[in-house]
């Protein structure tokens, strides 16, 4: 949720890229649709994203037995710091030929990571299209 | 003849054949070299997915029902988790249970999960709502939710399974290489597949967890 509030604040930026955006969840229908239209999490501290109703701009993706994430070696079915948890999160970067050019794990360890994470993956986007 | 029959046991038993090796998916989970811990979150994820497929897919129903007071709660949390995807409504009496009074929480999250794949017992996925545990409470919010839908989510759940998945493709994504086509639905229910978006502009992908 962290890396797509941040992405949101850059979607101008991805729009000028031409580029598509997808975020998957290993998870059933319903629950995508909840993570893409509701703010349940960000809602509850008093950050800057505390107030809005919607932080995903990304297209929304339910990859319910986990297919994709396991293909993209994400998945892990498992539990971690006292939750269950279906994949390790990644970033992805497809160029416009249809090749991987980029691949990041997020640390999530400093408070301007996901800033840095969201400035990386933008970086990728422009270079996959360069290419072209 | 029965020095046979003693030594045709035994043939049985010995290590690699047929007898002595477990051969019920449920059984290989019970035994997996990395268990869903904390500590093997990098490890052995393969055959968990592996194995939540072939779990799911056999819908051996007598065998889950049995495991959801198995010793371990791993197994009694995959257990749960497969009969709600199954459909199979005469496990509720003993999911609500299991969210009522398992001690481990990861159990009584898959649990009341699947009694809102189920629509079955709002007044324990309401009970559920006020669990301790802040992961449960999450989880039975969902379902609640999940219970007003008109949405057969534990079908579109068996379907996604039914393609079953080889251990072969899992983790092929490369850099330098093509992207692994997959199919998903989008948040609105459409199907999707990445292979038709690719060619026309960069992408990228977010593989996301619920609080990443």
């Known amino acids: ?84 948890v279906e994949n390790q999160p990644h970033w992805f970067v497809i160029d416009h030929g249809g090749t991987l050019t980029f691949m990041l794990e997020p640390k999530f360890d400093t408070p301007t990571a996901y800033e840095k994470d969201v400035d990386r993956v933008l970086d990728a986007l422009m270079k996959g299209r360069a290419e072209k | 003849m029965h020095r046979m029959t003693i030594a045709l046991v035994g043939l049985f038993l010995l290590p690699g054949a047929g007898w002595a090796q477990p051969t019920s998916p449920l059984e290989k989970y019970r035994r997996l070299q990395f268990p869903a811990k904390d500590e093997n979150f990098a490890k052995g994820w393969q055959e968990r997915v592996a194995l939540e497929y072939e779990i799911i897919n056999a819908a051996d129903l007598k065998a889950l029902r049995l495991a959801l007071k198995d010793e371990d709660p791993f197994v009694r949390a995959i257990a749960a988790r497969a009969l709600g995807i199954l459909g199979d409504k005469d496990s509720a009496d003993a999911l609500a249970e299991l969210v009522k009074a398992d001690k481990e929480y990861l159990v009584r999250i898959r649990a009341v999960e699947s009694l809102g794949y189920l629509k079955m017992k709002p007044e324990v996925i309401q009970l559920a709502i006020k669990d301790r545990d802040g992961g449960v409470s999450w989880v039975a919010k969902l379902a609640a939710d999940q219970l007003k839908s008109d949405t057969d989510y534990a079908k579109q759940l068996r379907e996604a399974y039914a393609t079953g998945i080889k251990r072969e493709v899992m983790g092929t994504a490369k850099l330098g290489k093509p992207a692994p086509d997959f199919s998903a639905l989008t948040s609105d229910g459409k199907p999707f597949r990445l292979s038709t978006a690719l060619g026309k502009k960069p992408i990228a992908i977010y593989f996301a967890a619920y609080d990443g």
């Open chain 1, 1 to 84: 949720m962290h890396q797509q509030a941040q992405l949101r604040l850059k979607k101008d930026e991805v729009e000028k890229l031409g580029a598509e955006v997808y975020v998957v969840l290993a998870m059933d229908l319903h629950r995508t649709r909840v993570f893409k239209e509701e703010n349940l999490l960000l809602s509850k501290g008093t950050g800057r994203f505390s107030k809005e109703k919607s932080l995903v701009y990304a297209t929304a993706l339910s990859d319910p037995a986990g297919y994709a994430s396991a293909v993209y070696g994400v998945a892990r079915k498992c539990l971690r710091w006292g939750a269950w």
